[in-house]
């Protein structure tokens, strides 16, 4: 899945990708797999009704119309903003390479901003004023010394990290959709970063309000963006810590800022520095870790699957569908263990996954493994 | 040297090591030097006077009489305190293990809290309330969970340290004599400890006012006695950062309590935690890295040197002595190197250094390196 090497999709590529993604039940991995195997956006939007169906979806799979679509460009449009496409020029070059990326990302700003080396800085948001001051200045560092700051735009810790940074160019990842900053007063700062040289990004819809399982979504972009993440003042089993532990999972390098024990808004990062973060108590600490990242040629991204994947296989039968739906249970179990257990054709197995996956039964979870959702 | 294993010294000898260590420019390498080289106190301090004259003293040694030796024993009986020889069974034990023992400690209080495996807790004088609290906390959980906790008997962590794990047994080392408590304010504290199952050592002479290089001397001493130090709360530059050097280079684990980047009570914490300190934010990290250790049935005292170490060479002459001092200067260099460029037998190498030590013209240094002092 990737716009053709350097260049840019077409309007109605475009349009064709934001029905697609914005379909119920199509997400960055179902996404990608239709696109592997139709080809394009067009034909699967064609297939998709049928492939619900065949997965058991209880009810017609209700497909964005052009007409909605070409409202949300015009929205988007009149916000200032743009859609950018996984393997265009303007997307964030380290967030392409991660697992599932984004196919569109609503971006306002300068994308300018994503060719930074890019460093993550996050936090709790009842921050302390000292965590604030801490990452303000980590943040105005970094910037001065020619990194991208990208944060979550949340109160707090996410706030500082942009104010420190508005100058140098930070990137606002926001939970909900680009025009619903939350909280609601940070809409001046959304509207500063994108004037500064900077930019506000979302891969949900306009108009949609963020809900509670959209925060560890945009953590995931936050950490997938950035080649390292700093933590500054996080409490045990806080946001922040889903995000160090994403950033660790990607390979990215994992910074918290230490605390007092008797201090409970250092009780999570003092806990990443026992599970090996790298203790940062001034900006140099991190500039010294990054440097020799940031002085290596980009990585070229992962191999990614070019239509046609899998050009020879049937397609699958009732039969091989309820062998693959006797394999799932509530656990993940990886796709691997599912092909060579069935003994279906690798293309077979993808294909019913996906009919699940847009019939709303499968869930994915990191590493490629699957899961059939409870109630099936 | 060492009093005969399992045994201890008679009154006699006793007195005669307390002579010894007393005598000016007799330091604990000297000590052993002299030991081993005369197989008893008694022979050396009749050598001493000759010695010191060869190695080129501008006045006579001045070693203490037999009366003053007697005298320093009576105050310290007086005190409630006896002197305890290296090798004797109430000789701390890892202590008897480190580069150059005392050969002599005056302690007050029960020896048997040298029998329990030792922790020590250091930190800052000023310290914080935060910091005050943390100490007493660790110190009375490590007490409980059955570690003697070490400490330098300093305001701020050292007494916290003391005061928590006074129920359980705690050893205060004293920079000057035993009856020089220091701060004065520690006087109760003192008594406190030694009534409480714990015990005071020093290696100065009763009445000593400490100076300021007794310090470090002090640290030595806390760092030598214990497996893990642990720092909580230190300034960058602070003789607890030196407490924590020292234990390193004698393989003791160090630990310390992280704090905020903005609190300059923590910068020399967040220093060695950045060095690879154990980060602690409870007593379980401490016992966690310390249990295997404790589990381990004490390693062998080191092989002790016993007289004669070295019966068949020849007395240095003057040439010889001259040889050894041209190659001497005031940048330390290794004993080995001093053989072997001079072609002498060690022993007369080793001897004409005593002789140097005795006449107050040389410095000895870590890892049993020697420099001349700076006049010379």
Redesign the interface.
């Known amino acids: 899945m990737n716009a053709p090497a350097g260049s840019r999709l077409s309007d109605r590529q475009r349009l064709a990708w934001l029905r697609l993604i914005r379909t119920p039940n199509v997400g960055p991995a179902s996404f990608r797999d239709l696109i592997n195997r139709f080809g394009s956006a067009e034909t699967a939007l064609e297939m998709l009704p049928e492939l619900a169906l065949s997965g058991g979806a209880s009810r017609i799979l209700r497909v964005p119309s052009r007409a909605e679509a070409e409202a949300e460009m015009e929205t988007a449009a009149k916000a200032g903003a743009r859609f950018v496409a996984v393997g265009e020029p303007d997307y964030p070059p380290l967030l392409r390479r991660m697992e599932h990326p984004p196919p569109l990302l609503a971006v306002k700003g300068d994308g300018a901003v994503f060719r930074l080396p890019p460093v993550a800085i996050v936090g709790a948001r009842n921050a302390s004023l ?1 965590g604030i ?2 990452a303000q200045t980590l943040a105005a560092e970094l910037g001065a010394a020619g990194y991208g700051v990208v944060s979550g735009l949340a109160r707090g810790i996410d706030t500082a990290a942009h104010r420190g940074s508005l100058a140098t160019g930070t990137v606002g990842v926001l939970a909900g959709g680009l025009d619903q900053p939350y909280p609601p007063e940070n809409a001046g700062l959304c509207e500063d970063i994108a004037e500064n040289g900077g930019a506000i990004i979302s891969e949900m819809p306009f108009g949609w309000q963020p809900r509670a399982q959209d925060f560890p979504r945009r953590n995931r972009i936050v950490a997938g963006m950035a080649t390292g993440l700093v933590v500054v003042e996080a409490a045990k089993r806080s946001g922040s810590l889903i995000s160090a532990r994403l950033a660790g999972e990607m390979g990215r390098l994992v910074f918290a ?7 409970p808004r ?2 999570g990062t ?2 990443l ?2 599970d090996g973060a790298i ?4 900006t140099a ?1 991190i500039l010294t870790a990054l440097a020799p990242l940031s002085a290596l040629p980009p990585a070229p991204p992962a191999p990614l699957e070019e239509p046609p994947s899998f050009p020879v296989a049937p397609p699958p039968g009732e039969d091989d569908r309820a062998r693959v739906v006797e394999m799932l249970g509530p656990v993940p179990v990886a796709v691997d263990d599912v092909i060579s257990h069935t003994g279906l054709h690798p293309a077979q197995v993808f294909m019913i996954l996906l009919e699940l996956d847009l019939a709303g039964r499968l869930e994915r979870h990191a590493g490629g493994n699957v899961s059939l959702l409870s109630g099936d």
């Open positions: 000292a001051r801490m800022v230490p605390g007092s024990p008797l201090d250092a009780g003092n806990g520095l026992k203790l940062v108590t001034e600490d």
